[in-house]
């Protein structure tokens, strides 16, 4: 027999068989292509993820803006005639000085305070509220003092005399309230 058995033709140098370096061959190529996927499939999951975070964002925002510009719209349409009433305010104004002067002919007056009242119920309905300032406590947010009288017989900061209606709209300041305050010496 051949000192050299089959078994021992079949050996490389290194003592590996060609079937076991091609096993420990395939076992690395495998290792490292389950590497590469686990390395892509986590790339692919961290992207995933990028871009839903995007599209929860990018939804949210939306539906800020859609509810921001439909308060807005609404807002403008709710307050859109404030500077027409604004404008129709010194009309309010001039019908009350002249119910307030004399005049001779009571018909007239009494025709005067009609249309007088027609207006302000108009515009009460349209959401035009007088401001209450004669005998209240002077409010810098709704009332604009001309005038400080040094007074001792009432309480520091009352109202004495409204000089000028003032007037909210819907709950917003139109006008303030033009006012002689008392204050105390």
């Given at each position: 027999m051949n000192p050299m058995?089959?078994?021992?033709?079949?050996?490389?140098?290194?003592?590996?068989?060609?079937?076991?370096?091609?096993?420990?061959?395939?076992?690395?190529?495998s290792a490292a292509l389950i590497a590469s996927l686990t390395a892509?499939?986590?790339?692919?999951?961290?992207?995933?993820?990028?871009?839903?975070?995007?599209?929860?964002?990018?939804t949210a925002e939306f539906?800020?803006?859609?509810?921001?510009?439909?308060?807005?719209r609404t807002e403008f349409a709710e307050y859109a005639g404030m500077e027409t009433i604004r404008e129709i305010l010194p009309v309010l104004d001039d019908f009350e000085l002249?119910?307030?002067?004399?005049?001779?002919?009571?018909?007239?007056?009494?025709g005067m305070e009609l249309i007088y009242n027609r207006f302000v119920e108009a515009l009460r309905k349209m959401g035009v509220e007088p401001i209450p300032a004669e005998g209240q406590k002077f409010d810098p947010h709704v009332h604009h003092a001309v005038e400080m009288v040094q007074r001792e017989d009432v309480e520091d900061h009352t109202i004495l005399q409204e000089l000028r209606r003032g007037y909210n709209f819907k709950g917003r300041l139109l006008r303030p309230a033009?006012?002689?305050?008392?204050?105390?010496?």
């Amino acid at each position: 027999m051949n000192p050299m058995s089959d078994d021992n033709q079949t050996k490389d140098l290194s003592g590996v068989t060609p079937e076991a370096a091609a096993e420990n061959v395939d076992a690395t190529d495998s290792a490292a292509l389950i590497a590469s996927l686990t390395a892509e499939r986590d790339e692919l999951a961290r992207e995933r993820a990028d871009l839903y975070d995007q599209l929860l964002r990018r939804t949210a925002e939306f539906d800020n803006f859609r509810r921001r510009t439909q308060r807005e719209r609404t807002e403008f349409a709710e307050y859109a005639g404030m500077e027409t009433i604004r404008e129709i305010l010194p009309v309010l104004d001039d019908f009350e000085l002249a119910l307030k002067a004399p005049a001779s002919d009571a018909e007239y007056v009494k025709g005067m305070e009609l249309i007088y009242n027609r207006f302000v119920e108009a515009l009460r309905k349209m959401g035009v509220e007088p401001i209450p300032a004669e005998g209240q406590k002077f409010d810098p947010h709704v009332h604009h003092a001309v005038e400080m009288v040094q007074r001792e017989d009432v309480e520091d900061h009352t109202i004495l005399q409204e000089l000028r209606r003032g007037y909210n709209f819907k709950g917003r300041l139109l006008r303030p309230a033009m006012v002689k305050v008392a204050v105390r010496p």
